[in-house]
Nanobody, 124 residues
Framework: VQLQASGGGLVQAGGSLRLSCAAS????????MAWFRQAPGKEREFVAG????????YYADSVKGRFTISRDNAKNTVTLQMNSLKPEETAVYYC??????????????????WGQGTLVTVSS
């Protein structure tokens, strides 16, 4: 499976962006998906995840109430709506696919397929 992330860009603090991730090669309907981010000089960190049905969404504490993850299994896509962005959230954002069907998680090791990343820059 290939994951293609898009939607990054430059936004002012307090602004919004919507990231999209399109999967190709096979259906990902039975797999949890997630977004991670990696800021310069820092480790990649979990941002948001969604289970295979879309009925369970989970977030890093730092983004709760501001970010929303969703998926469309018919279109093989997952999106991340980001509101009230902060300069410290400048990072490359990656979408990821869980390696095992029907399982959810937020540890990097659980995700075997990754998109190429899309850069989000939040200016102060």
């Amino acid at each position: 499976v290939q994951l293609q992330a898009s939607g990054g860009g430059l936004v002012q603090a307090g602004g919004s962006l919507r990231l999209s991730c399109a999967a190709s090669g096979r259906s990902v309907a039975n797999y949890a998906m997630a977004w991670f981010r990696q800021a310069p000089g820092k480790e990649r960190e979990f941002v948001a995840g969604i289970n295979w049905t879309g009925g369970n969404r989970y977030y890093a504490d730092s983004v709760k109430g501001r970010f929303t993850i969703s998926r469309d299994n018919a279109k093989n896509t997952v999106t991340l709506q980001m509101n009230s962005l902060k300069p410290e959230e400048t990072a490359v954002y990656y979408c990821a696919l869980n390696s095992r069907p029907y399982e959810s998680g937020r540890q990097r090791i659980a995700f075997g397929s990754w998109g190429q990343g899309t850069l989000v820059t939040v200016s102060s």
